[in-house]
């Protein structure tokens, strides 16, 4: 059953009533905890779905209307700074969302709801249940309050971490090794090369005035080997 404190809470500090109390609680539901239970509402992953393009519709327009001054690709850098996995999973923190959430006991058990990858994508389908349920403009109202004081604060002005998106995008099924190795460095103007290796696979390189920048641009050339 759905925690009646929290639907009090989403009333008082949201604005928001759900019409269909299921559409809420499918997107609270891990696939873990539907297999236990046969005759539940299903699970959070089409939402999820539909919620990653609400969301991304809905702050792309946010950004186009109040950052005039900014060119395409800078929209862009921004936009992918506040849909990371770190952003979304500190909303859904903000929102309450980690304590309601239904795990099968073996996800309870393996540490699964502290997960930000799990918080992550219940935060795109609570978004998606919004969406069937009463439509964009009542998830623009909800992004109003939740989401878009902290981009007006400058919370996501920072530059892109290239390194902990990586991390976060491999290690969501698991423990991954990843480390930064230097196959070539000078001390004077100060130059480092850096090589990524994953479960001790080479991949990637980075260049860089210091190791830690070398290290971002060989984060930085596998993610987007990845996105083609």
Do not use: C
């Not at 269909?20 to 297999?35: E, G, I, P, R, V």
């Not at 902990?164 to 995008?169: A, D, I, K, R």
Request: no cysteine; charged share 30%.
């Amino acid at each position: 059953m759905l925690n009646q404190t929290f639907l009090d809470r989403l009333k008082k500090d949201y604005h928001i009533e759900f019409k269909n109390l299921d559409l809420l609680k499918q997107a609270l539901t891990h696939s873990s905890y539907a297999n236990e239970h046969p005759h539940w509402v299903g699970n959070y992953e089409k939402l999820e779905f539909l919620g990653d393009a609400v969301l991304e519709l809905a702050i792309s327009d946010y950004l186009y209307r109040n950052f005039r001054d900014l060119h395409e690709g800078e929209l862009t850098r921004f936009r992918s700074n506040i849909v990371r996995t770190e952003g979304f999973s500190k909303f859904a923190e903000e929102l309450g969302l980690k304590d309601q959430i239904f795990l099968g006991k073996g996800e309870e058990n393996n540490g699964s709801r502290n997960r930000k990858a799990l918080l992550e994508d219940v935060f795109e389908a609570f978004n998606g249940a919004l969406y069937l349920d009463q439509g964009m403009d009542k998830v623009v109202d909800f992004l109003k309050i939740a989401v878009f004081p902290h981009i007006q604060q400058g919370e996501f002005n920072s530059a892109r971490d290239y390194k902990s998106e990586l991390q976060e995008q491999l290690q969501v099924n698991g423990s991954v090794e990843i480390s930064y190795e230097v196959t070539n460095s000078v001390e004077v103007p100060p130059f480092f090369e850096v090589q990524l290796v994953i479960n001790g696979q080479k991949f990637t390189k980075g260049t860089g005035s210091s190791k830690k920048k070398a290290s971002q641009e060989a984060a930085k050339k596998y993610l987007e080997q990845q996105e083609d």
